[in-house]
């Protein structure tokens, strides 16, 4: 994948396929808005008629009043769906505690009593063709595949951000 294009990262969870949907949903129904209130506006410029009508009908002020409170309910439907799928789970097989330094990561299975490293960011000058430019590190915490994962973010010195954008899972850590 190209790192400095405008797209989403390819999905790898069911949660980040919901979230793209999301996005691409909420994209369309605002590009339609936007659509129709240009269109209306270009036509109310050119119309050299007022209609008294369209002032001062309780009709019109229930319409405009009803059919925005419509669209941000349908929004508001997935958005509510995936926030709850993302929440927190409470049967997780193995924790993970990820520590934020100012230029590092520091990882601890707390499952295991002995795996604990710390992960720096690759130079740019170092990479290899294969690899990511800020994406790839020199020790790469490894998640096991098809188990509950708890993980807990924290910081030692400023706010850090923890993310894997194709999991569609980012932590902000204190």
Same mark, same amino acid.
């Not at 002032?55 to 439907?77: D, V």
């Not at 924790?95 to 960011?121: A, L, P």
């Given at each position: 994948?190209?790192?400095?294009?405008?797209?989403?990262?390819?999905?790898?969870?069911?949660?980040?396929?919901?979230?793209?949907?999301?996005?691409?949903?909420?994209? %369309?129904?605002?590009?339609? *808005?936007?659509? $129709?209130?240009?269109? @209306?506006?270009?036509?109310? +410029?050119?119309? =050299?008629? !007022?209609?008294?009508?369209?002032?001062?009908?309780?009709?019109?002020?229930?319409?405009?009043?009803?059919?925005?409170?419509?669209?941000?309910?349908?929004?508001? %439907?997935?958005?509510?769906? *995936?926030?709850? $799928?993302?929440?927190? @789970?409470?049967?997780?097989? +193995?924790?993970? =505690?990820? !520590?934020?330094?100012?230029?590092?990561?520091?990882?601890?299975?707390?499952?295991?009593?002995?795996?604990?490293?710390?992960?720096?960011?690759?130079?740019?000058?170092?990479?290899?063709?294969?690899?990511?430019? $800020?994406?790839?590190?020199?020790?790469?915490?490894?998640?096991?595949?098809?188990?509950?994962?708890?993980?807990?973010?924290?910081?030692?010195?400023?706010?850090?951000?923890?993310?894997?954008?194709?999991?569609?899972?980012?932590?902000?850590?204190?």
């Amino acid at each position: 994948i190209n790192t400095w294009t405008l797209y989403l990262q390819n999905s790898n969870t069911p949660n980040y396929d919901m979230m793209i949907f999301f996005h691409d949903f909420t994209m %369309i129904t605002l590009f339609f *808005i936007t659509l $129709l209130i240009f269109f @209306i506006m270009m036509r109310m +410029m050119n119309n =050299k008629l !007022i209609d008294r009508f369209l002032l001062q009908g309780h009709l019109i002020e229930l319409i405009w009043t009803l059919i925005p409170m419509l669209i941000l309910i349908i929004i508001a %439907i997935p958005s509510l769906k *995936i926030l709850y $799928l993302t929440d927190e @789970i409470h049967h997780n097989k +193995m924790t993970i =505690k990820i !520590i934020g330094h100012q230029w590092y990561w520091s990882y601890e299975y707390s499952d295991f009593t002995t795996i604990q490293f710390d992960s720096f960011m690759i130079p740019t000058n170092n990479l290899n063709n294969n690899e990511f430019r $800020l994406l790839d590190v020199d020790n790469r915490c490894i998640l096991p595949f098809n188990l509950p994962i708890r993980l807990l973010t924290t910081s030692m010195d400023v706010i850090h951000a923890w993310a894997v954008p194709s999991l569609g899972i980012k932590m902000d850590s204190t």
